[in-house]
């Protein structure tokens, strides 16, 4: 099994990148509920309690794609498509709806309780895109050209090209460096 590649710097992007590449993928950390569990432990958000997991998976998929489809056109300064928006939206809501404040070192934040559930983690990437949408960086948005993964670059100079340069930019500079070469 491959390794959780978590190069987004923002829950909602690494939760986009479930899928290795657009629009065929390979790999789909959402396509069982093994691998959803194994996802969500990479990245810091461990589901406690599976039951319920397999028939959460198609709401998971489905805010993925929502995700995605919200911040691609971000990335080239295109507006968001609305029921994207919305599907986000109603997510956070329902999520903001179910959850509750609580004190934590002298202010306070948001939880939803444990076990940890499916849902939960949903309500959290909703969260997430919301934060990002409201607060940004947005300008900071990028796409990687190999594999269309969604990355916020935090690099200082701004630079940042590829969702990780040890996978999509070494490949990229390699076949750069061959065509080259052959002509």
Known sequence: MTAVELVGNALCLDFANTVNARPVAERDWLGTPDEAVTWAAAAG??????????AALPDARELR??????????TRGERAPRPDLDTVVALHGDGIARGRLEEADEKFRFSWGAPRTARILLW?????AVELLTHGPL??????PSCCWLFLDVSKNRRRRWCS???????????????????
């Open 65 to 74: 794609e929502a995700v995605f489809r919200v911040f691609q056109p971000l």
């Open 124 to 128: 959290e990437v909703a969260a997430s």
């Open 165 to 183: 340069m040890a996978t999509c930019g070494s490949r990229d500079k390699s076949r750069r460096y061959y065509a080259g070469r052959s002509s």
């Open 45 to 54: 958000r461990p589901i406690e309690e599976p039951d319920g997991l397999a």
């Open 139 to 144: 300008d900071r948005l990028g796409e990687c």
